[in-house]
């Protein structure tokens, strides 16, 4: 018996090296190795809150008349604004700031001769936030008519939020997930392999555009406030392994 087992472990040891050869042989024309994909999430949306600011100024050499004449027409602001439906409460007025105000004086061959004080100019500033968005839009839009009061109001552009933007966002990753994981299985049916496990994800920037503005993508982040319908975007990076 103890003849025999010099025998019997090379014919073992043939066994498994046939067994080990088999299968490197099998496994040769199996694909190796990952598959790297990029998933784009797209969304149209419509801002659901508005941010308008403007300013209005008095001046006078009289700090007092100023003032006096600055809450005089900020009493007229309140009531044209609350008469187009606008809340006292939503409302916003900042201080007031205060600026003297110098003439600079020269003489004829153009030697600096000094400054004269001419007065003082009051501004105050309004916002306005509100996700009555066409009405303080067209407001916006129809200030001017303060002019015929004697106010002079300098009215800037709105600026459009949305206030889902989270939600939006979770929405925005989903889709883009979806369509990396769709583009990976087709490159895996196409070698004539599987998809195997995902290895790992990244979340590229989120991108809030104007539709049809023409904006360009930054590698920062683009974040449009000027136009009220925008489409969002962002990517994911997804890297698979293939089996």
Do not use: C, H
């Amino acid at each position: 018996m103890k003849k025999n087992i010099p025998a019997i472990l090379f014919a073992l040891a043939i066994v498994i090296a046939a067994f080990i050869l088999g299968n490197a042989v099998i496994n040769r024309n199996r694909p190796q190795g990952t598959i790297n994909v990029t998933g784009l999430g797209e969304s149209n949306f419509t801002s659901d809150l508005i941010v308008w600011e403007g300013n209005f100024s008095r001046e006078s050499r009289d700090l007092k008349t100023a003032y006096a004449d600055l809450e005089s027409d900020k009493k007229a602001v309140t009531t044209y604004l609350k008469s187009k439906g606008i809340p006292e409460d939503q409302l916003i007025f900042n201080a007031v700031s205060t600026n003297p105000q110098y003439q600079q004086n020269y003489s004829n061959d153009g030697r600096y001769l000094g400054q004269t004080f001419t007065g003082y100019q009051l501004n105050q500033s309004l916002k306005i936030e509100s996700k009555e968005v066409e009405k303080v839009e067209k407001i916006s839009r129809e200030i001017t008519e303060l002019l015929n009061q004697g106010i002079t109001f300098y009215s800037q552009n709105p600026r459009y939020y949305y206030t889902e933007l989270e939600s939006l966002k979770l929405e925005m990753i989903a889709k883009a997930t979806e369509d990396a994981t769709i583009r990976a299985e087709r490159i895996a049916e196409n070698s004539k392999g599987s998809l195997g496990d995902l290895i790992s994800a990244n979340m590229g920037i989120f991108q809030i555009t104007g539709q049809n503005s023409g904006e360009d993508y930054s590698w920062g982040g683009t974040f449009n406030t000027a136009d009220k319908n925008k489409t969002a975007s962002i990517t994911m990076k997804l890297i698979f392994e293939v089996d």
